[in-house]
């Protein structure tokens, strides 16, 4: 600029027009920063496909530092793009529903689980108030109430056998976050629980009772005669025993369930555990004369434990005992075949309807409640069993006919099949 302007002036001064050659100078001047300007919004405009254009002087160093500003711009711009696009896919990909709520409770944002969960769809629901889609007084209530400490529990509106649990977070400038859960499962424990402290109480009560009537029987003095106070002790007895088999079939299950799965694991020799249990099959006939007979492969043991697969034969061999008429024929078999290794207790017995099959496992299901109770069970029988053979990786087949009998077989996988000397069959 001095050069420029000094010059332009020495050369007035010479020539007679100073004033003059100034003014060429500045126009000149002046060009130059036009031309500059020009090329710097040519260069703006086309900015992504060019360097900037070479310029001397504070031009350059504008350009420069603009260029600089433009290229960190552009870096952070995609990192946050990164970023966003990463937060949208985790948050789209949440089990849980998630729904952005605007001040004014629109709906602003949803993931695709809130889709499956409310049913929202993304062209038409954007930007509806969400009470207007989930249409329930008690979740209008609980938005308008604003106190979202606790979450709000309700049927599903898409599915009557489904529960969510909505939770609200505000954040933000008043905006909420909805976050709904399908607590189904939760709900199906609930009741589950609820179900079973009833049925305790109730095969509880019961014994209870009668032995309460006859205590008060003897208080009152009414069973004084040494024949009836006998009587009162014995169905006392008899009460009392189904009180502690039932206890000791509910600490059963509360250890299969509680304890770590198949710690301790063990060979167990089965055949010996069947022998035995063949023996007291035959005492629990008694009188009733079953023909009670065990085939069995002595070479086949199980990788198990003992006392847990000893109570679950023991159930079935019971079982078949009590549900089959007097002289009766029941047949044990413990085999291995190409794939699996099964026991099998098959009876002629009372058989069971095809409607109950399936529901035979549940704690407390019983077909006939009065012939149980009459035989001592407790219904928690074959629950145990199912429990058991969970527990070893096997499955319970049960095949059955009223009037013809059952056939209750645990397969085993060949994984836990222990073989032990050669193969005799007894
Ligand atoms: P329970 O203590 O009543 O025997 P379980 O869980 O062992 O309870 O058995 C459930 C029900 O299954 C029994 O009440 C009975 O009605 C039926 N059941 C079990 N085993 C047999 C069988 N071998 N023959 C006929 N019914 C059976």
């Known amino acids: 600029m001095a050069a420029l302007f000094g010059g332009a002036l020495l050369l007035g001064w010479l020539v007679g ?3 003059g050659a100034f003014t060429l100078a500045l126009i000149v001047y002046l060009g130059w920063h036009l ?96 009470d207007n889609l989930i249409r329930h ?26 529960y969510l649990s909505f939770r609200v977070v505000p954040y933000g400038n008043k905006q909420k976050l909805l976050v709904v859960r399908d607590i189904s499962r939760l709900k199906r424990l609930e009741r589950t629980r609820s179900d079973f402290v009833a049925n305790v109480s109730h095969e509880l009560r019961t014994p209870l009772t009668v032995v309460r009537g006859y205590l008060e029987n003897m208080i009152d003095g009414a069973a004084h005669e040494a024949k009836q106070r006998a009587q009162c002790l014995q169905q006392m007895q008899a009460q009392t025993e189904r009180m502690i088999h039932l206890v000791e079939d509910l600490l059963m299950l509360s250890r299969l369930e509680n304890e770590e799965k198949m710690v301790a694991c063990s060979a167990v020799a089965v055949p010996a555990i069947l022998v035995a249990l063949l023996d007291d099959a035959r ?59 099964c026991f099998e207790v098959q009876d002629d017995g009372v058989g069971i309807a095809a409607q109950h099959v399936h529901r035979l496992t549940e704690r407390f299901y019983r077909v006939d409640a009065g012939r149980s109770r009459e035989y001592g069970g407790t219904g928690l029988g074959l629950a145990i069993v199912k429990h058991v053979l969970d527990r070893h990786e096997a499955r319970l087949e049960i095949e059955s006919q009223p009037g013809r009998g059952s056939l209750f077989r645990c397969v085993f996988t060949k994984s836990v099949l222990v073989e032990r000397d050669a193969p005799r069959v007894l």
Do not use: M
């Open 283 to 341: 005492t629990l006939s008694g009188k009733r004369g079953h023909h009670v007979t065990l085939e069995s492969d002595t070479s086949v043991w199980l990788k198990g434990r003992e006392r847990e697969l000893s109570s679950a034969f023991s159930n079935l061999i019971f079982n078949a005992v009590l549900y089959t008429p007097n002289g009766g024929h029941i047949a044990l078999r413990w085999y291995r075949d190409d794939e699996n290794v």
């Open 35 to 130: 031309y500059n300007l020009y090329r710097l919004e040519r260069w703006y405009q086309r900015r992504k496909k060019r360097e900037p254009p070479d310029a001397a002087g504070i031009w350059g160093e504008a350009f420069n530092h603009i260029y600089q500003l433009q290229r960190s711009n552009r870096q952070r711009k995609k990192r946050l793009a990164s970023i966003l696009s990463r937060f949208n896919e985790s948050t789209a990909a949440l089990p849980d529903a998630t729904v952005v709520l605007t001040r004014d409770d629109c709906i602003e944002w949803f993931n695709k689980a809130a889709k499956r969960y409310l049913g929202l769809q993304a062209k038409q629901d954007i930007g509806q108030r969400i």
């Open 17 to 19: 027009v100073p004033h």
């Open 137 to 162: 007084s008690r979740f209008s209530e609980f938005l308008a109430r604003g106190d979202f400490s606790e979450p709000l529990e309700l049927v599903s509106p898409l599915d009557e056998q489904r």
